[in-house]
């Protein structure tokens, strides 16, 4: 098959003084073939989609060595306006890719630059606002929109110049997963339709059994490449090893191999799944599958928060919240879920103070929100952002969480010092300290401004998809840290797709659709109920999907089976490889 993008011996390293970003790195991207890039935090991923999209060399600076050829021509001597008629990227901020003031002008943007005609450019622009569903939000302001609608935008916006390779940079990362599975379909249409697609993610349940091609980086480094199945059968240990979100699936896969048995391939969907437990005869009839008692917080005290019928408008009778009724309590996790546009991000607002509500009452920590000032309420309230970068203030990482402690009043030298270190080593941030805030990878910014909320003892902690952009690792390190928060007494909202993190960690979920409440509950609870999960575009995990199966067949769950290894750990209890 013909190859559209390949890399030739190439390294690059973005300051002498710093090592390299990528090593000797060699591949190749075949015509009209899908490919996903997977690796853990820091290993290069965003840095060769820069090289492909050609922003290194012509925006990006740095010692760059080696070959990179798109279409057969070399990047370096292509000018960028060139390069772009090629390749398509999404960014993993796509707000910083906009260039107008409204949605449908941003998909207009590009192809208007490249002189379509004028016929052409309307019928793309209305093929590709309802194919991304942002149709209601034609005539919106762009920095009106969620995250979720950014990103969707910023797809449309790449899609109307119709380029021969898409590079995606965590384009379902904000996405609830009805948008993730419109990416996926997307996208293998685009494949069908000859386009080759280059996907950095850490969603891959939806992608991983579609992918013609798996790509391995770490610390700069190619792993492996190949196809899906091959590549997990002889490489999965490893990419398990570096910390790289697998569906629950194959972890499971991975287990039965580390307990001595010998499937033929490593599962990927929940149907290849149960083949393989039949196989080995593992949930026979009958079989009992029984975790510990869910040891959920109870709900103690007064409500730090009590919302009643709150309603809030942004103007002209459009309301993102319609009388929602809620209460939040010390000490437990609680999980907000729903589609993109639901209105979570906008109650976080209202939390805050940053916005105050139309109609009802909001009651924070046992005053009404309307009395608050927002100084006044910070010292009880945090939030971390959807976009983290909103809320940095200084030049570097070192002063963004020193500025942090001055704010709470510390301004001792040596204390200072000793608890900004002892933060970065926390969050692996230390060979970041003094590089600008605004220079981080997407992910190092999620960290940073975790970080910064760390500091000081609020009574509720809000964090806006806490683990956008985190190996499996990281998102361990994180959520240990949220658990200890939580331990301390202190309320921790998290806003969140991940049904994974949901399942595992919250206490208690609650679930928006169209600015309204439609559950609140424990997670077990909210998965059992189909009529809700549809309405707010959720689904549960594949373990979920997978159990749900199984007690079809008369295999029993009970208690708490949060996660793979925890499924793993009781059907592996009783058998032995054979």
Avoid at 241 to 262: D, S
Avoid at 345 to 368: D, H, P, Q, V, W
Wanted: hydrophobic fraction near 40%; aromatic fraction near 6%; proline fraction near 4%.
């Amino acid at each position: 098959m013909a190859v559209i993008a390949e890399l030739k011996n190439v390294s690059f390293q973005y300051d002498e003084d710093k090592p390299k970003v990528l090593n000797n790195l060699s591949l190749s991207l075949e015509t009209g073939s899908f490919n996903i890039l997977v690796g853990p935090g820091g290993s290069g991923k965003s840095t060769l989609c820069h090289l492909f999209n050609g922003r290194i060399p012509h925006l990006i600076d740095g010692i760059l060595e080696g070959t990179i050829l798109v279409e057969g021509h070399s990047t370096a001597d292509v000018e960028m306006k060139d390069i772009s008629c090629s390749v398509g990227s999404v960014f993993q901020d796509p707000e910083s890719m906009f260039a107008t003031l409204s949605v449908e002008d941003e998909i207009a943007f590009g192809p208007e630059n490249l002189l379509f005609n004028r016929e052409e450019i309307l019928e793309s622009v209305e093929s590709l606002l309802n194919l991304t569903g942002i149709a209601p939000y034609r005539h919106n302001l762009v920095w009106n929109l969620s995250g979720g609608q950014i990103q969707k935008l910023g797809l449309a916006a790449v899609l109307a110049m119709k380029p021969r390779l898409i590079i995606l940079d965590e384009p379902t990362a904000n996405l609830d997963p009805s948008a993730t599975r419109g990416v996926h379909e997307l996208i293998l249409k685009l494949r069908s339709e000859g386009i080759t697609i280059l996907l950095v993610t850490r969603e891959l349940d939806d992608f991983m059994a579609q992918a013609d091609n798996v790509i391995v980086l770490d610390k700069g480094s190619l792993v492996a490449s190949g196809e899906p199945y091959s590549l997990l059968m002889t490489q999965g240990m490893r990419m398990e090893q570096l910390g790289i979100w697998l569906p629950e699936t194959v972890e499971i896969g991975l287990a039965l191999i580390k307990a001595g048995y010998k499937p033929d391939q490593i599962p990927i969907t929940v149907d290849e799944t149960l083949k393989v437990l039949d196989k080995y005869k593992l949930c026979p009839e009958g079989r009992v599958l029984e975790g510990p008692e869910i040891a959920y917080h109870r709900q103690t005290g007064n409500p730090l928060i009590k919302a009643d019928n709150v309603r809030f408008s942004y103007g002209k009778g459009i309301y993102a919240i319609k009388g929602i009724s809620l209460e939040v309590y010390p000490g437990e996790m609680l999980a907000i879920v729903g589609r993109n546009g639901a209105g979570k991000s906008t109650m976080a607002r209202l939390l805050i103070g940053l916005n105050k509500c139309t109609e009802g009452n909001l009651e924070l920590f046992g005053k009404n929100s309307r009395r608050w000032k927002v100084p006044d309420l910070s010292n009880h309230i945090s939030l971390v952002f959807q976009n983290p970068e909103h809320q940095f203030l200084t030049d570097t990482v070192a002063q963004e969480i020193e500025y942090s402690f001055q704010a709470q009043g510390v301004f001792d030298t040596q204390i200072l010092e000793k608890e900004r270190d002892r933060i970065l080593a926390m969050l692996n941030l230390e060979h970041e300290k003094e590089n600008h805030p605004f220079a981080l990878s997407a992910g190092n910014k999620r960290r940073l401004g975790v970080a910064t909320m760390l500091v000081g003892d609020p009574k509720v902690l809000i964090v806006d998809e806490p683990t956008y952009g985190q190996d499996k690792k990281m998102t361990g390190t994180l959520m240990k840290l949220m658990k200890d928060i939580q331990a301390r007494g202190i309320a921790v909202i998290m806003i969140s797709h991940d049904m994974r993190l949901v399942e595992e960690f919250a206490d208690r979920v609650v679930v928006f659709s169209e600015g309204q409440k439609h559950f609140d509950g424990i997670p077990t609870e909210l998965f059992n109920k189909a009529d809700i999960l549809e309405k707010a575009s959720l689904q549960p995990t594949l373990l979920f999907q997978l159990l749900k199966k199984l007690e079809e067949r008369n295999v029993i769950s009970k208690g708490h089976i949060p996660g793979s290894d925890s499924f793993t750990e009781l059907l592996l209890g009783e058998g032995e490889a054979s």
